[in-house]
């Protein structure tokens, strides 16, 4: 619990709409700060100044075509290479691309490289300007991985049909659109709760991501959300659960007469796709509605202004509304 560092008595957290100048330009974010409740004073700590600058730093990314440092990593990754080695190749400093990867904020030149090169076939450009600056095996081995990944690539139909036609931003709290994590998301909560029912499925996901946009800044699983008369949803909820592969939809009968949806898999989840702070939001999110029924969280979801500022107008949730989440 946070105290206050003049009384040492309680703080509450505080949020007004506010603007920041990064690099000469203006941008709108929600300003978050403590007061303390004895002397009125003001005060942040770092975790709050850095979710404070997050939201400006994903707007400055999105408006210039900037990787996010999830993006960064994995175009590395996807080369093989080390981050010394791609700083090389691009004409980068030595730390520069390691930089990006913690979450450096590019210059918009580079940023715009760096978006560039997830194309392997424009990548391969900067590779053979590079050619007299990597040995001869080297060279060829990183051609022979380009082409690889060039013979590989093949639409992600998934990913198109679950995200729909909106891309990371915004609306879907800056989050990586990956069917992977989303994957693993569902399969988590499946099996620490022993199966879900497609209504509480909604809830978990909805939670999960607005309190990590809340606590970082980001989102998790790259889904955009609606409020709807049970509660805040997915965008094409339905479409999302059907097109998983090795999650299974079951229509379970109950003695009252009614059916229900429940999801289930033989699969377990790959903690690994997951970071430290993604898997808190997870920990934080099951353990608040392990117990809750499906019903039980459709109305502690009405609670939330998410849900009471955006039923009936047929706009997405604005991810601002995770400063505002009074269940978690």
């Known amino acids: 619990m946070m105290k206050s560092p003049f009384t040492g008595g309680n703080v509450s957290l505080r949020q007004e709409n506010s603007e920041l100048v990064f690099r000469k330009e203006k941008f709108r974010y929600t300003y978050l700060y403590y007061e303390c409740e004895d002397t009125k004073e003001h005060f942040t700590t770092t975790e709050i100044d850095e979710l404070n600058l997050a939201q400006v730093y994903n707007q400055y990314r999105i408006k210039y075509g900037i990787p996010f440092p999830d993006e960064i990593k994995q175009i590395r990754e996807m080369y093989d290479l080390s981050a010394l080695k791609m700083s090389e190749i691009l004409g980068f400093g030595d730390n520069q691309y390691r930089l990006y990867e913690s979450g450096g904020m590019p210059s918009e030149a580079n940023g715009k490289v760096l978006n560039l090169i997830k194309d392997p076939a424009i990548f391969e450009t900067f590779v053979r300007n590079a050619r007299y600056q990597l040995d001869e095996k080297e060279f060829k081995r990183i051609l022979a991985k380009l082409n690889k990944v060039i013979e590989s690539q093949l639409p992600d139909i998934e990913a198109e049909l679950i995200y729909d036609s909106y891309t990371r931003g915004s609306i879907n709290g800056y989050a990586t659109q990956s069917y992977k994590k989303l994957k693993n998301i569902l399969l988590y909560f499946i099996e620490r709760c022993g199966g879900v029912f497609n209504t509480k499925m909604n809830k978990l996901l909805f939670y999960t991501d607005f309190l990590c946009y809340k606590k970082y800044g980001r989102a998790m699983s790259g889904l955009a959300y609606k409020a709807i008369q049970y509660g805040p949803v997915p965008v094409r909820w339905d479409r999302v659960y059907s097109l998983v592969d090795g999650v299974?939809?079951?229509?379970?009968?109950?003695?009252?007469?009614?059916?229900?949806?429940?999801?289930?898999?033989?699969?377990?989840?790959?903690?690994?796709?997951?970071?430290?702070?993604?898997?808190?939001?997870?920990?934080?999110?099951?353990?608040?509605?392990?117990?809750?029924?499906?019903?039980?969280?459709?109305?502690?979801?009405?609670?939330?202004?998410?849900?009471e500022k955006y039923y009936g107008t047929n706009k997405l949730i604005d991810f601002r509304e995770a400063f505002t989440l009074k269940a978690l």
Do not use: C, R
Request: net charge negative; hydrophobic share 35%.
């Open 248 to 307: 299974n939809q079951d229509i379970v009968e109950f003695e009252s007469g009614y059916s229900g949806v429940k999801l289930d898999s033989l699969l377990t989840p790959d903690m690994n796709v997951f970071s430290p702070e993604e898997l808190s939001v997870l920990e934080s999110v099951y353990e608040n509605f392990k117990n809750s029924t499906a019903a039980d969280i459709s109305a502690i979801s009405h609670n939330e202004d998410a849900w």
